[in-house]
């Protein structure tokens, strides 16, 4: 079956410290985004990419990294620069930047210790 | 500034009765417009999409949803809600643009009572 995988599904961060959340998909898709979930505030984009080797930022950008060196696989890093961390990260994927349809993987919980 | 509006934080209804979830996007251009379902801890599920065409879109789990231009909505409803319909539910919208952001609402947070 094709989907979105994203692990781990819980993740604990100390003070100082650069942590990786894993995104990797087998649907084909050439479009790969990342959203942080706070309650109340639905889903904000925090980087996106439309191809192997690009990536944009979105509007809350600042403390996070990503990279896209392969078609199946968008991680994304949230640095010690990023304050306020503890979220529901998710990453989706769509065939391509084009208004399509976007699909989401089940999400990353990010505690800080 | 374009938008995405669900005025309802949280909604209860009983089992079997029916449901209506409001939604409202920004007055301008039309955007592709979605309902997303999210269960607790999960990541969201695509319940149903409107593009173009035929203003009354079905979708799964028996949800429907109608899209109005004069009102500038794109409300969700349900005949008969199950227990397992309870969930938060999130209506987003495509502008266009070099981006396909996706430009979410809150959020209505559905209660079932028995």
């Known amino acids: 079956d094709g989907g979105i995988t994203q692990s781990p599904k819980y993740l604990f961060r100390k003070e100082g410290q650069n942590v990786t959340l894993s995104c990797e998909q087998n649907?084909?898709?050439?479009?790969m985004y990342w959203y942080r979930q706070d309650p109340g505030q639905g889903l904000r984009l925090i980087y996106y990419?439309?191809?192997?080797?690009?990536?944009q930022k979105g509007d809350i950008a600042e403390g996070y990294s990503v990279s896209r060196e392969k078609k199946e696989s968008f991680p994304l890093t949230v640095t010690s620069a990023q304050k306020n961390p503890t979220a529901f990260y998710l990453c989706?994927?769509?065939?391509?930047?084009?208004?399509?349809?976007?699909?989401f993987g089940p999400g990353t919980r990010l505690l800080v210790l | 500034a374009q938008s995405v509006t669900q005025p309802d934080i949280h909604i209860t209804v009983s089992e079997g009765a029916s449901l209506e979830l409001r939604c409202n996007y920004s007055?301008?251009?039309?955007?592709?417009l979605f309902w997303y379902v999210q269960s607790p801890g999960q990541g969201l599920q695509l319940l149903l999409k409107y593009f173009s065409g035929d203003t009354l879109v079905q979708g799964i789990k028996g949800f429907e949803a109608e899209f109005k231009r004069s009102q500038s909505s794109f409300n969700l409803r349900k005949p008969s809600v199950h227990w397992s319909d309870a969930a938060e539910y999130f209506c987003a919208g495509d502008y266009g643009g070099a981006t396909n952001k996706l430009i979410f609402g809150t959020g209505t947070l559905l209660a079932v009572q028995p």
């Open positions: 989706a994927s769509s065939i391509t930047i084009h208004q399509e349809t976007q699909y």
């Open positions: 007055y301008g251009a039309t955007p592709y």
């Open positions: 649907l084909n898709h050439d479009a």
């Open positions: 990419s439309q191809i192997v080797n690009d990536f």
